[in-house]
């Protein structure tokens, strides 16, 4: 008899997005002909951009005649974009990668959740609290955690961001194997400094930990000061993995293309340099197909000169729409976190509401759907995220709807 892998029963509740529009729905139910004005799920919602687009086109018409067609390319990505990703870090960043450390994939999601195949499942896990609710998914349906025990999972290190450390935890006070950061952070905002990063890279290094960073909003980063890659650290090539995506700055949501990095010098406690870096190029190998070859055309697109001009274009109109969210939340007294640095808003909740309570209250009060922090990890409670992905005209129009309700 067919049995079920248990760790997936171990999963809380539903993922937090499928929750929202739930909820959603059931309001709209209520309220049939009210408009839902949304600030709620990180899609971007501008059109790809020219240049982009116009290099996808290009590629489609080569696939449309037999003489140009082509079928698979190799799983771990085409030489082009992995070259020119290897140029990008190189120019942007100052730091030498070579190609065959890029893996491209269909975007950073499948990454962050696959990467924890490759380690033990007695691994001690290490999180950012509150994150991206797939970090602890996944690792909860690989069996490296315990139950849930009605604030979080046993087994997993909670680092711990609040409003007096800025979100920025601080390394594990004991030993973790696994650390998984993302700066700018979904859904917080906060950004590492050097000094900060340098600190998690040293512990790894310490440790032998290894680091899963996650660098998908690395674009938003304006003000000087702030790392845009791990690598950037010095040791980082030793103990780090990092992961990044064209979603948020080429709006590739739907598109789905991204890239990881695993550098052949990442050690472990029982492996030999490059074993990590083995071990998940026959993963892909296996697993994997290989992203989009019209995908892929539009990313070596995006990193191109006019490709990084639009890109640029269009996070710039994503980081006035985060201005506009956190000048009005804060003209009714809300407390703010990010929109700075970052196309998210972390907002405190009216009179300490609890996060679904005010969800609940701005969806019916101002038709506004954000996404409770609670969400995110149990010190999310308290807090909400807006997101600054949509149209101009609905951001302001949701802005001004809470500005008009929030005292209702």
């Known amino acids: 008899m067919a049995r079920l892998n248990g760790n997936f029963l171990k999963l809380e509740s539903g993922y937090l997005f499928p929750e929202i529009a739930k909820r959603t729905r059931a309001w709209q139910?209520?309220?049939?002909?009210?408009?839902?004005?949304?600030?709620?799920?990180?899609?971007?919602?501008e059109a790809l951009t020219p240049f982009i687009t116009r290099a996808m086109?290009?590629?489609?018409?080569?696939?449309?005649?037999?003489?140009?067609?082509?079928?698979?390319?190799?799983?771990?990505?085409?030489?082009?974009?992995?070259?020119?990703?290897?140029?990008?870090?190189?120019?942007?960043?100052?730091?030498e990668l070579t190609p065959d450390c890029f893996f491209i994939s269909d975007g950073a999601k499948s990454d962050a959740a696959n990467i924890q195949e490759l380690f033990s499942p007695d691994s001690v896990v290490a999180i950012t609290?509150?994150?991206?609710?797939?970090?602890?998914?996944?690792?909860?349906?690989g069996g490296k955690s315990g139950r849930f025990n009605g604030t979080n999972y046993d087994g997993f290190i909670y680092m711990e961001g609040n409003a007096g450390n800025g979100f920025i935890p601080k390394v594990p006070d004991k030993h973790a194997d696994l650390i998984y950061l993302c700066s700018p952070n979904n859904p917080?905002?906060?950004?590492?400094?050097?000094?900060?990063?340098?600190?998690?890279?040293?512990?790894?290094?310490?440790?032998?930990?290894?680091?899963i960073f996650d660098a998908a909003y690395s674009d938003y980063i304006r003000e000087p000061g702030y790392p845009h890659t791990i690598y950037e650290i010095d040791g980082a090539e030793r103990c780090a993995i990092e992961i990044n995506s064209f979603s948020k700055n080429a709006g590739f949501t739907g598109v789905r293309l991204g890239w990881s990095i695993v550098p052949r010098t990442l050690e472990t406690?029982?492996?030999?340099?490059?074993?990590?870096?083995?071990?998940?190029?026959?993963?892909?190998?296996?697993f994997f197909n290989g992203a989009s070859n019209i995908a892929q055309a539009g990313g070596l697109a995006a990193l191109s000169e006019?490709?990084?001009?639009?890109?640029?274009?269009?996070?710039?109109?994503?980081?006035?729409?985060?201005?506009?969210?956190?000048?009005?939340?804060e003209s009714v007294n809300l407390t703010c976190f990010g929109g700075i640095n970052s196309p998210y808003v972390w907002a405190r909740t009216k009179a300490d509401m609890p996060s679904w309570e005010f969800f609940d209250y701005l969806l019916e009060k101002a038709h506004?759907?954000?996404?409770?922090?609670?969400?995110?990890?149990?010190?999310?409670?308290?807090?909400?995220r807006l997101s600054s992905y949509?149209?101009?005209?609905?951001?302001?129009?949701?802005?001004?709807?809470?500005?008009?309700?929030?005292?209702?």
């Not at 139910?29 to 919602?45: A, D, M, Q, S």
């Not at 590629?59 to 771990?76: C, V």
Request: charged share 25%; hydrophobic share 30%.
């Open 368 to 384: 506004v759907v954000v996404t409770p922090g609670s969400g995110f990890g149990p010190s999310g409670e308290g807090y909400v």
């Open 57 to 95: 086109h290009e590629k489609i018409n080569l696939l449309s005649e037999r003489s140009t067609y082509t079928g698979y390319g190799d799983e771990q990505g085409d030489s082009a974009l992995r070259n020119a990703l290897s140029a990008f870090y190189r120019s942007e960043y100052g730091v």
């Open 29 to 45: 139910e209520r309220n049939p002909g009210k408009k839902v004005l949304r600030l709620g799920i990180g899609n971007t919602t």
């Open 390 to 408: 949509g149209h101009r005209e609905d951001i302001t129009e949701a802005v001004e709807s809470i500005v008009r309700h929030i005292n209702d």
């Open 188 to 211: 917080t905002g906060a950004v590492f400094t050097y000094d900060q990063l340098k600190s998690f890279v040293d512990y790894a290094l310490r440790e032998k930990a290894v680091i």
């Open 129 to 141: 609290d509150p994150s991206y609710p797939v970090y602890v998914d996944s690792n909860v349906a």
């Open 306 to 329: 006019e490709g990084r001009a639009e890109c640029r274009g269009l996070v710039d109109y994503y980081l006035e729409n985060a201005r506009i969210i956190r000048s009005g939340l």
């Open 269 to 286: 406690e029982d492996g030999i340099p490059s074993e990590v870096h083995r071990l998940w190029n026959r993963r892909q190998t296996t």
